[in-house]
């Protein structure tokens, strides 16, 4: 089955504040790559070879990037919403799409790609899901029985933010995917699988804190190369990438985003971003 690929990109990053007041979530660096080429590079593994993605905030610099990725990039004047996207695709929506919110990493389960597209086909689903149990976090719930979804707010699996859509959904799209899914979940066209690897939320603090220490393998914290921190600062759980921070005190769960200068009085920081 031909398919294309998209990586979800538009949105404001309201959570990653203030890193993303000057750039999209997109463009936040994890490691040695931005979360956009995580996207990228899961769907290329795959072997998909044209693939899009979609700006709205701070749209001229995602378009830049995309260029020197060769993807194309799908600009919005007005942000589409979680659906309206899909009708602004004109021509490049003319295969199943594969697509992945910008801020959702995916590890291990390799085949995870494989299982979408095969149970999408044989199922003859309209969007298939990739769902993951509930383990005490807080999204929202999905019930699902032998491949198909059958509500939303109840259930034990929750939505990874990847998913295959068909061309034909566009005639049951206004502006929110969620939607989308209510009005196909009676049709039986709504379809799910399981991904049973390690997962990631990087819109969140905590997710992309957590994020960090898997890429890096750590446990207390992770310190990117060109980190400065003070022998009178105490870190706990946080990130800190090549940045400075001097004088004396503590941070906890906290990420210092590259190029911050920083410097504490005594204070105790927690649930904090320096940019």
Not at 49 to 70: F, P, S, T, V
Not at 266 to 272: D, Q
């Amino acid at each position: 089955m031909d398919c294309k690929g998209f990586v979800l990109s538009a949105g404001y990053g309201t959570r990653l504040r203030p890193i993303t007041d000057k750039i999209p979530k997109a463009l936040v660096r994890l490691g040695s790559k931005t979360l956009l080429d995580y996207g990228v590079d899961f769907l290329k593994k795959f072997g998909i070879k044209q693939i899009g993605i979609n700006a709205h905030y701070k749209a001229d610099l995602l378009e830049k990037e995309a260029k020197k990725r060769n993807l194309l990039c799908f600009k919005e004047g007005e942000i589409l919403g979680t659906g309206g996207y899909l009708k602004n695709l004109g021509g490049f929506f003319d295969f199943p799409l594969i697509a992945v919110n910008c801020d959702t990493l995916f590890f291990k389960d390799e085949n995870i790609l494989g299982r979408l597209v095969s149970e999408h086909i044989k199922s003859k689903n309209i969007i298939t899901l990739v769902l993951k149990k509930l383990d005490g976090q807080s999204f929202t719930s999905i019930k699902c029985k032998k491949g198909k979804v059958l509500s939303i707010g109840e259930g034990s699996f929750f939505f990874t933010g990847l998913q295959i859509i068909s061309p034909e959904v566009v005639d049951f799209v206004e502006f929110s995917i969620v939607d989308v899914y209510k009005k196909l979940i009676p049709l039986k066209k709504l379809g799910c699988v399981e991904f049973k690897g390690d997962w990631f939320d990087c819109g969140t603090l905590k997710g992309f804190i957590d994020a960090n220490f898997y890429v890096f393998g750590e446990n207390e914290n992770v310190f990117y190369e060109n980190a400065s921190v003070s022998r009178e600062i105490t870190v706990k759980k946080s990130v800190i990438y090549p940045s400075r921070i001097d004088g004396n005190g503590s941070l906890v769960d906290c990420v210092v985003y590259e190029n911050a200068f920083l410097t504490l009085k005594g204070e105790t920081f927690k649930g904090k971003i320096f940019v």
